[in-house]
Every structure is written in structure tokens, then in C-alpha cells.
């Protein structure tokens, strides 16, 4: 597993981020203490009364069980998608946290796949696993290697596969860590999502977004501003994190925040409320093409900021989830949605995964717009999710995707 790569980090190396106490030392040496996970029986918080169903058939966990058949669809395909070019791949500036760079996915390929069915539990799923294995039979495919994969599953009898929440933690630091400039790295997190309240102000509808390790009760979630911390913040400029979320609540689940429409509009911004205006002044004419426009603004505002005329706005400013790195998220549904387990084809798998190993093995090339519109194809009129595509900084969503 993991742990024969050389320069894994330690696992006291997670302590503690940004008042979130972090998780104590697993006692691998009292591993039946869960049953063999087989037999664990927590489960994560009910979203809604059980009993109650929004509408579209949820087990009160916000997940369903719908049977979908595997049919066929009018994918749209960018077939003249290009990858950017040198001079459309740097945006840089002379202030911190302003510098980003697109990543040509040259470099060295890494993965971290994560499934977990709570088997045994109220809350059981049956798809993620599968989800797993599908998500790596596509990337040997296409460039990785299970040399360089991590997978952790509740199925395993190694200690150190299972998705407990310090497994959790140090093989996100095993992933990002040794990384480049045009490295590409990819995770995948097929599980329970859920939402709790936020504790450090930086969510607009006061709840961090959070995945659900096995060992919850005792280790509690992963929140959103952890999974930044520990898979964001440590990139390099122009290395590539490429990041599908399947589960509930899942829409800023690495606090990303540039956020796109189907349309390929940019919604607003994270950046734009935490620094003000003059930034999505800057941004709307960044995505219009007139690059010194945007610089002037940008930074002319950011500058400001960081003169300290204004003690607040300049506090803000270094929140900023801005960052050097190329990275993209896919998530199942907006934050305030459920994600579905379904069985399609007669395999139990995620929606949000089966949808994306749909499109992206359909043969037609993808750009960011086309992945978001035909994953949404799929879903649509069958769940309530919406699939949502965010980054670390604004996209031409036109180019090509490439992970």
C-alpha cells in the first residue's frame, strides 16, 4: 500500500489546521476494534428526518438507491479544443497569491482514490467501491500507474487502506507531496458528504462543506478548508490537481473559488467578496480577453489592500483562495444538494462518477464546458443534482481538458 513510497510524511505532520484539532493516532493494533470495518456500525448524521423524502425518493441520508438504465447520449464534443499555449499559460503578478500557472500535464502522474460503502451501517452504500475501480481502470488508461495510486477502500484487510480519517489525511499528503510545475495529480472521493457550522467565517452560508471518514464518531469530518489546506495550499505554481467529488454537499469541497456556469460564465467569485470589487472588475476583464485591463485592476486594488488603508479588506485579502497551482474540481452537486447512489447498468455506482466515466469514455474530447454540460446531460431528469466545475483561478473553459 501507500506506505512503501519513500518520503511519506509522518503522521504526526497533520496536527493541527487552522483550529481544527486533528484526529489521534489510529491504533492499528486494535484494528478489530471496528468490527474489520465490515461490522462497523456508525453512520453519519441524517440530513433530514428519516421517514421524510425530498421528492426524489432520498433515504433521509440524501442518498438514493433509483435503478437508471445505460443508454446513449448526444455528448457535445470539442473537437477543436486546444491546450493553452506558452503565453496563455502564465498570469503573473508582483503580489503573493496572484501568480497562477495552467499545467501541460507533462510531468509525473499521481492518484488517490477514495471509496467508502459504510458497510454494515444505516446509512450503507453500495457504489462507491466500484466507483473506485472504475475511476482506476480509466486512469491506467490514460497515463497512470497503480505504482504511483493510492487507494483507500472499506473492503481491505491492510490497516492502512481503509478510509479512516488519519489514512485519509497523510495519503493526501503523500499525493501532493515531491510535486512540480506540470505534474498531474488526481483525486477521487466517492462517499458520504455533509455540511456542519462553519467555524472561522469564511463560508457565505455559514457551513463548511465536509467528507465523512469511516471513523467519524471518533475522528469527526474532514472539513473543506482542511481539504484545501492539506491538497491546495502546498502545489507549486503550474501543478495540476485534477479533484472529483461524489457525495453530498460537495460544490466548494476545496473551497475553489472560481465557479462556472453551463454556459462557461463565471459566477461570483470567493476572490471578489473577500477583496472587493475592483477584483471581479479584474476578473470579468480577464475572461473578456483584455489581460492588461485585468492586471491593472487586480492588482491595483490588491495593492491597496495590502498598503493597510484599509485593515479589514486587507485581512480578507490574505484568505484568498487564489492559487498558484492548475486546479480543477468536479463535484456531484451544489452545496446545499444531495448526491445519489444508483444503480445503473445493473452496477451500484455514484451518479456523479458514472456520469464522468460516461462522457469521458465516450471517445469525443472534452473541454472544461463540454465535461460540465454533458455530466449534467446525464443527470439530468433523472436526479435533482447539478454538477458543478470550480478552480483555483479563472479558466478559458473552451480549452481542452487534460488531467
Same mark, same amino acid.
Given at each position: 500500500?501507500?506506505?512503501?513510497?519513500? %518520503?511519506?510524511?509522518?503522521?504526526?505532520?497533520?496536527?493541527?489546521?487552522? %483550529? =481544527?484539532q486533528g484526529p489521534p493516532q489510529p491504533g492499528y493494533g486494535a484494528y478489530g476494534a471496528y468490527g474489520g470495518y465490515n461490522g462497523y456500525n456508525g453512520y453519519p448524521p441524517?440530513?433530514?428526518?428519516?421517514?421524510?423524502?425530498?421528492? =426524489?425518493?432520498?433515504n433521509g441520508y440524501g442518498y438514493n438507491n433509483q435503478a437508471k438504465r445505460d443508454i446513449e447520449y448526444d455528448f457535445q464534443e470539442a473537437s477543436d479544443a486546444e491546450t493553452p499555449d506558452q503565453?496563455?499559460?502564465?498570469? #503573473?503578478?508582483?503580489?503573493?497569491?496572484? $501568480?497562477?500557472?495552467?499545467? #501541460?500535464?507533462s510531468g $509525473? /502522474? /499521481?492518484? &488517490?482514490?477514495?471509496?467508502?460503502?459504510?458497510? *454494515?451501517?444505516?446509512?450503507?452504500?453500495?457504489?462507491?467501491?466500484n466507483d473506485v475501480q472504475n475511476v482506476k481502470e480509466f486512469l491506467l488508461r490514460n497515463g497512470y500507474s497503480e505504482e504511483n495510486m493510492v487507494i483507500l477502500t472499506d473492503d481491505q484487510s491492510n490497516p492502512r487502506a481503509i478510509p479512516i480519517k488519519q489514512n485519509i489525511l497523510d495519503a493526501m499528503g503523500w499525493l501532493v507531496s515531491g510535486a512540480s510545475p506540470n505534474d498531474s495529480l488526481f483525486f477521487h472521493f466517492s462517499g458520504h458528504g455533509t455540511q456542519q457550522e462553519d467555524t472561522d467565517g469564511d463560508e457565505v452560508d455559514g457551513y463548511d462543506e465536509a467528507i465523512v471518514p469511516l471513523d467519524y464518531e471518533e475522528s469527526g469530518m474532514i472539513v473543506d478548508d482542511v481539504l484545501h489546506h492539506t491538497m491546495v495550499k502546498p502545489l507549486p505554481e503550474?501543478?495540476?490537481?485534477?479533484?472529483?467529488?461524489?457525495?453530498?454537499?460537495?460544490?466548494?469541497?476545496? #473551497?475553489? +473559488? @472560481?465557479?462556472?456556469?453551463?454556459?462557461?460564465?463565471?459566477?461570483?467569485p470567493n476572490l471578489a467578496e473577500?477583496?472587493?470589487?475592483?477584483? &471581479?472588475?479584474?476578473?470579468?476583464? @480577464?475572461?473578456? *480577453?483584455?489581460?492588461?485591463?485585468?492586471?491593472?485592476?487586480?492588482?491595483?486594488?490588491?495593492?491597496?489592500?495590502? $498598503?493597510?488603508?484599509?485593515?479589514?479588506?486587507h485581512e480578507k485579502t490574505k484568505k484568498t483562495k487564489t492559487s498558484p497551482a492548475d486546479v480543477i474540481m468536479l463535484s456531484g452537486c451544489k452545496d446545499d444538494q444531495t448526491s445519489a447512489d444508483a444503480s445503473i447498468g445493473g452496477e451500484a455506482t455514484g451518479a456523479m462518477s458514472y456520469a464522468f466515466m460516461k462522457v469521458m469514455n465516450s471517445g469525443k474530447q472534452q473541454s472544461y464546458l463540454s465535461l460540465l454540460n454533458n455530466t449534467?446531460?446525464?443527470?439530468? %431528469?433523472?436526479?435533482?443534482?447539478? +454538477?458543478?466545475?470550480?478552480?483555483?483561478?479563472?479558466? #478559458?473553459?473552451?480549452?481542452?481538458?487534460?488531467f
Open positions: 500500500m501507500y506506505d512503501r513510497y519513500p %518520503g511519506y510524511p509522518p503522521n504526526d505532520s497533520y496536527g493541527h489546521y487552522g %483550529g =481544527y441524517p440530513q433530514q428526518e428519516e421517514g421524510q423524502y425530498d421528492g =426524489y425518493g432520498h503565453s496563455e499559460r502564465a498570469f #503573473d503578478s508582483n503580489v503573493d497569491g496572484y $501568480n497562477y500557472r495552467y499545467s #501541460d500535464c $509525473n /502522474k /499521481k492518484a &488517490l482514490l477514495i471509496g467508502i460503502n459504510y458497510t *454494515g451501517s444505516k446509512a450503507q452504500l453500495n457504489g462507491c467501491i503550474g501543478c495540476r490537481l485534477t479533484a472529483l467529488f461524489d457525495c453530498c454537499h460537495s460544490g466548494s469541497a476545496l #473551497d475553489l +473559488p @472560481y465557479t462556472y456556469s453551463t454556459k462557461g460564465l463565471l459566477k461570483e473577500e477583496a472587493g470589487q475592483g477584483l &471581479l472588475e479584474a476578473v470579468q476583464s @480577464y475572461m473578456a *480577453g483584455d489581460t492588461t485591463s485585468a492586471m491593472r485592476s487586480i492588482f491595483g486594488a490588491v495593492k491597496v489592500f495590502m $498598503n493597510g488603508s484599509n485593515d479589514e479588506a449534467r446531460q446525464i443527470l439530468e %431528469g433523472e436526479y435533482s443534482q447539478k +454538477p458543478q466545475l470550480s478552480a483555483s483561478h479563472p479558466i #478559458d473553459v473552451s480549452l481542452k481538458f487534460s
